[in-house]
């Protein structure tokens, strides 16, 4: 996708609402559609720490016109025929309930009901997925920074009462993000914390890409996130025997 197409706090409401007008134009106002945003669309409708999300992921509730209707705002506006997808229903971190932790965010044209998920619910779903090269754990960071900045902290009490919402228990989330959360909430200044972690995303991020450029089979082979497990595996023994010597 390139750079104008990528989706924005401020260009995010444009999309929806064009898809608002293009689904009402098809479907007529006798059924509306509810769509609820997960991921970096989520992050975006919420908070200002985010600066953008490469497609809009959501779990929609709408009749078949609602393909269509994306269909005609991405050829309109030439994004990707994926820019507004389902995919995220295929994850670990879907989950039915979703919908029963999500809030209204927006509706347009009387017809498109958009709403988002609750804070610790969200931060839940990215604890699942846990993701060191991409903005799963940053966006736990600037979540939990923002609600400590307005004055409405989240605890982790609140975190493990959505853990058992959602997913009945911790057992989806992986030891190194159950550390990775218990480290976060000890920080004394989540913002600075903030920056750290989004800067060894994108570390991370480069090295995956860096890695599927060269041989592209290893990447086939395994997950990016085993890749980036052994590749750190790797710098450890590195560094102890620097150290021995």
């Known amino acids: 996708m390139s750079a104008e197409h990528t989706f924005t706090r401020e260009n995010l409401n444009t999309y929806l609402r064009e898809l608002g007008k293009e689904f009402r134009k098809i479907n007529g106002t006798v059924r509306s559609a ?34 269509d209707a994306i269909n005609h705002v991405g050829e309109k506006y030439g994004l990707p025929r994926w820019w507004f997808n389902t995919d995220f229903i295929r994850t670990t971190s879907h989950t039915n309930k979703i919908p029963q932790y999500s809030k209204h965010y927006k509706t347009f044209s009387n017809v498109l009901h958009i709403r988002t998920i609750n804070a610790e619910h969200l931060i839940a779903m990215k604890l699942v997925s846990g993701r060191e090269y991409k903005y799963d754990l940053s966006d736990i960071v600037g979540i939990l920074a923002e609600h400590e900045k307005a004055g409405k902290i989240i605890t982790f009490e609140d975190i493990n009462r959505a853990m058992l919402e959602m997913y009945d228990g911790w057992d989806m989330v992986s030891d190194e993000a159950r550390d990775f959360l218990n480290h976060t909430l000890k920080q004394p200044s989540l913002e600075a914390f903030f920056s750290q972690i989004r800067a060894e995303e994108k570390r991370n991020n480069k090295i995956i890409r860096d890695i599927d450029e060269y041989d592209s089979q290893w990447m086939k082979n395994e997950s990016a996130s085993a890749v980036l497990k052994k590749l750190k595996n790797i710098e450890s023994q590195i560094w102890d025997e620097d150290l021995e010597l």
């Open 34 to 67: 509810e769509v609820v945003l997960v991921g970096g669309a989520a992050i975006l409708a919420n908070y200002n720490f985010r600066e953008m999300t490469r497609d809009i992921e959501a779990v929609i509730h709408a009749s078949s016109a609602m393909r």
